[in-house]
């Protein structure tokens, strides 16, 4: 079985502030890792991705997140954050195998404000 | 942006219908999969495929049936619409086990 867990469901910032997303997985076999993101009424954009190599992965919009297997983590971060970062953030995990589930955590809502 | 699309893009429909929500790609993509957002649970595997014929359940599979006859079609069925299944409805592909998901632009999905 495997499982992604966000435990912020909301997390409020203001502009040009730090933030952290956190994610959590657990699983057994080996997991390929994504962040996505999703504005209002939109489908889901990929923000990036870890799939091996090194463990810090930059994506899309100024965005990187750290693997760590010890903690069995993937936080998203980005160093300064704008309003147009206003969307919803979910934790992806597909494992590996023939016939991998893609699973999500349950998204966590970025809201920056002025 | 991938070759995937839904239809329909919304539908009202009564309980105790059936529905059928189609998924079509022109990538030539192995897997596909079916979820259902809702506030608060995110995305929710229904039903997957990683090869034509070949489907898996997801964590919420029960009144919903899916088919796979060819690569580029995935078909999702909810046998008897109930209220509870009124949701957003997403597709999505991927090529194999290390590659992003790719996802259609959702089908807003109404039961009355």
């Known amino acids: 079985a495997q499982s992604v867990t966000q435990l912020d469901s909301q997390v409020p910032v203001f502009e040009e502030a730090p933030v952290e997303l956190r994610c959590n997985y657990s699983?057994?076999?080996?997991?390929?890792l994504f962040w996505y993101v999703q504005y209002p009424n939109q489908g889901l954009q990929l923000l990036l991705k870890y799939l091996s190599g090194s463990t810090l992965v930059k994506g899309i919009n100024g965005f990187e997140a750290e693997f760590n297997k010890s903690q069995t983590s993937f936080h998203l971060r980005k160093p300064s954050v704008h309003i147009s970062d206003t969307a919803e953030y979910f934790c992806a995990l597909l494992g590996s195998g023939t016939a991998s589930k893609l699973t999500f955590g349950t998204g966590t809502r970025l809201q920056v404000t002025l | 942006d991938a070759g995937i699309t839904q239809s329909p893009r919304h539908k009202v429909t009564e309980t105790g219908t059936p529905v059928t929500l189609r998924c079509h790609q022109t990538e030539n993509h192995r897997y596909m999969y079916w979820y259902r957002q809702d506030p608060g649970h995110g995305l929710r595997l229904i039903h997957y495929s990683y090869g034509v014929k070949d489907t898996d359940k997801g964590e919420v599979s029960d009144g919903y049936s899916v088919s796979r006859s060819k690569t580029e079609d995935f078909l999702l069925t909810l046998e008897s619409a109930t209220s509870s299944q009124t949701s957003v409805y997403f597709c999505a592909i991927t090529a194999g086990e290390n590659t992003e998901a790719f996802f259609g632009q959702g089908t807003r999905l109404t039961v009355v």
């Open positions: 699983s057994s076999v080996s997991v390929y």
